[in-house]
């Protein structure tokens, strides 16, 4: 059961565990059908790599990074202003406050408003809580992400503030990918590890004598 890191992309088997794997080989059969180790036809690898990278591109819009309270400030405080009020449909509502917090919204809460747009509806669910929590001030409003119709401290933990607590808001520059990336890399490594376990696909089993 030795694992051998001499020639990786060979096998990482000891001859005696690469010895024992052809044994069992040439003494089973499964399904009526013979053991070939035959290497994965390259199409297979390439049709492999398509895929997660058509998963990733087709799943895009439901990734990136979370809304948070601070980037609907500026909508809450727009709502109850008179030229707000003086417009009845909520669409149209809805699409003034957008125009006049998209102007005054710095690069980053641009980016978030234009990933995730918000009814009137959603607006009139999360002002309350909006209100509820800078008036309580226990955490700044980018700590709070916006998760349906409630607010809710996010569970990240970054750099160390001057009084000892810690960053509890979304990297800038983590746009939603890397536990993605993660998986997806952990997922091929594990693949062929356990797949360079088995012999090398040059060593190919007598199957002259398997019952």
């Given at each position: 059961?030795?694992?051998?890191?001499?020639?990786?992309?060979?096998?990482?088997?000891?001859?005696?565990?690469?010895?024992?794997?052809i044994?069992?080989?040439?003494?089973?059969?499964?399904?009526?059908?013979?053991?070939?180790?035959?290497?994965?036809?390259?199409p297979m690898?390439?049709?492999?790599g398509?895929?997660i990278?058509?998963?990733f591109?087709v799943t895009?819009?439901?990734?990136?990074?979370?809304?948070?309270?601070?980037?609907?400030?500026?909508?809450?405080?727009?709502?109850?202003?008179?030229?707000?009020?003086?417009?009845?449909?909520?669409?149209?509502?809805?699409?003034?406050?957008?125009?006049?917090?998209?102007?005054?919204?710095?690069?980053?809460?641009?980016?978030?408003?234009?990933?995730?747009?918000?009814?009137?509806?959603?607006?009139?669910?999360?002002?309350?809580?909006?209100?509820?929590?800078?008036?309580?001030?226990?955490?700044?409003?980018?700590?709070?992400?916006?998760?349906?119709?409630?607010?809710?401290?996010?569970?990240?933990?970054?750099?160390?503030?001057?009084?000892?607590?810690?960053?509890?808001?979304?990297?800038?520059?983590?746009?939603?990918?890397?536990?993605?990336?993660?998986?997806?890399?952990?997922?091929?490594?594990?693949?062929?590890?356990?797949?360079?376990?088995?012999?090398?696909?040059?060593?190919k089993?007598?199957?002259?004598?398997?019952?």
């Open positions: 059961m030795a694992i051998k890191f001499d020639q990786p992309f060979y096998s990482l088997s000891d001859e005696t565990e690469q010895n024992r794997i044994e069992l080989w040439e003494a089973e059969k499964h399904g009526g059908l013979w053991e070939g180790n035959n290497r994965l036809p390259f690898v390439i049709l492999c398509l895929i990278v058509t998963a591109l895009m819009p439901i990734w990136g990074q979370r809304p948070n309270a601070h980037d609907f400030v500026e909508h809450v405080a727009l709502m109850d202003t008179p030229e707000i009020q003086a417009i009845a449909d909520p669409e149209a509502k809805m699409a003034k406050i957008h125009e006049i917090a998209y102007q005054r919204a710095d690069g980053r809460v641009k980016a978030s408003l234009e990933r995730h747009p918000i009814t009137w509806d959603d607006l009139l669910n999360l002002a309350p809580h909006i209100k509820e929590a800078q008036a309580a001030g226990q955490y700044p409003l980018d700590y709070l992400t916006v998760l349906g119709d409630r607010l809710v401290l996010a569970n990240f933990e970054g750099n160390w503030n001057p009084d000892g607590s810690r960053e509890r808001k979304q990297p800038w520059w983590d746009s939603g990918y890397l536990i993605d990336v993660f998986y997806v890399a952990y997922f091929i490594i594990f693949t062929v590890f356990v797949c360079k376990r088995l012999p090398h696909f040059s060593r089993p007598d199957m002259s004598n398997a019952k």
